[in-house]
């Protein structure tokens, strides 16, 4: 039962709104002071308080602040019977959870109430009933998907019901979204299997080819820069759409969403393939062909992503462009605060580029680190713990400033990531990449059921670092183990962020379009 006190020096004019409260389920105390008031929400746990603005002795708005010192957290129904416009500032300032404006009305204060102590379980149960009532729809939904554009649309309202749901308290609603979810991927992934050689290859019409990491610069960011005095891309690394959708909000305030999109990044969905991919405009093996010494294969040492700057200027030039083009790469936090110092060559710039490495560092850390790991337990931490990165990173203010600046931003990734708990046994020499979910080599073992393989690498426009070299990828929340020393690597990888093989989380990336608000 939740417990009240009212707060007003004509409470016993009051007695007949204290009785409708009780017999709605509420315990209400009551006082006619506020010095009263303070003493005894320091010595009792309130759920809420009902406080009279006008009072003598000490007025509500000279009580409020004494009750916050003693409980910050205590929602405070203010009631006044002046309607001035300063007097409902001072309250609203003073952190009042509502405020009713006198005489008041019984059913009023009960939807106050209601609003601060009920309305999350009220959200909740209403959110419960409603994706009850949406299931059979998903479900039809899913079994219509034949096009990229159903897939995305059927990804969109899934992590939609995922971000709705994940305060429920309900597990088994969670549990059956959960279900719902998994075989969606199943679907996605044959999906994937059925079309992907046809997309890569130009064997169908283009209406039918979705925008892919080789053609996004082409496609969707040139003519956005094109469109604009001053335009800047960011691309955060392996940022999933659930996790662009947690962050949103924080921006509502300075930019309007022109465009909030996917588009289909390439296998492997890894930095080192997806990230070339985009800003060079060409798939990994025309990269290879065309600039050998810029590519380097799995088996090789040495950093594979170190000539997006150099890929970019090249396919600006080759498009015919002439931008005045800013390119940044901030890996570690001091090189994003470096950056804030010098945003005047970003706000010179026709076309700035800022690449952020946080997310994708912060995956393989929770594989690494165990109180990374016990920090996002689950997917609801996982996006909990980006948001909290986010509105205290250097990029967050870095927007706010491009926004100030009038900046159209383009915000995307390379790939996303998805958290895996099935192991699939495979076998393979020393020169077998180690990646997870994908694995490229001479003599790969394996289930082909289990996999989606490419024995060809040429066949899906990727380059083959022997002669007998062939990919395989994994499916949904699979990885991939050596049998040699299985059990220790599943019990350190199970239920960790991976990348690189075919999911709705890895393949469709977030691509959206912020026009600053007009001041």
Known sequence: MNKILWVDDEIDLLKPHIMFLKSKGYEVETCNNGYDAVDMVAATAYDLVILDEMM????????????????????????????????????????????????????????????????????????????????????????AATTFADWCALYRKLVGWEIELSGSSDASIREVLGYQKNEAQQEFSKFVRRNYYDWINRRVDDSEIPTMSHTLMRRRIFPEVDASEHTTLIVIDNMRYDQWRTIEPLLRGFYDVDVDDLYCAILPTATQYARNALFAGLMPLAIDKLMPEKWLNDNEDGGKNMNEEEFLRRLVQQSGKQY??????????????KLLDNMQRIYDAQFSVIIYNFLDILSHARTETDIIRDLTDDEASFRSLTRSWFEHSELYTMLKLLAERGHRVVITSDHGTIRVDNPVRVTGDKETSPNLRYKTGRSLAYNSRDVYEVVRPEDIQLPSGRLSSSYIF????DFLVYNNDANKYIRYYKNTFQHGGISMEEMLVPFVVLQPKQR
């Not at 300063?86 to 009023?108: C, E, L, R, T």
């Not at 083009?325 to 570690?332: E, I, N, Q």
């Not at 994994?474 to 929340?477: G, I, L, P």
């Open 56 to 143: 003598p002795g000490m007025t509500g708005l000279e009580t409020l602040p004494l009750i916050k010192s003693s409980r910050p957290s205590l929602p405070v129904i203010m009631v006044t019977k002046s309607e001035e416009e300063n007097i409902m500032d001072k309250a609203i300032g003073s952190k009042i959870a509502d405020y009713i404006i006198k005489p008041v009305n019984p059913n009023q204060v009960l939807l106050s109430i209601k609003k601060n102590l009920d309305s999350q379980q009220l959200v909740i149960e209403q959110t419960t009933a409603d994706y009850r009532s949406e299931f059979g729809r998903i479900a039809v939904q899913q079994q």
């Open 474 to 477: 994994a499916y949904n929340r």
């Open 324 to 337: 005045k083009l800013s390119f940044d790469k901030l890996v570690r936090p001091e090189a994003g605060r």
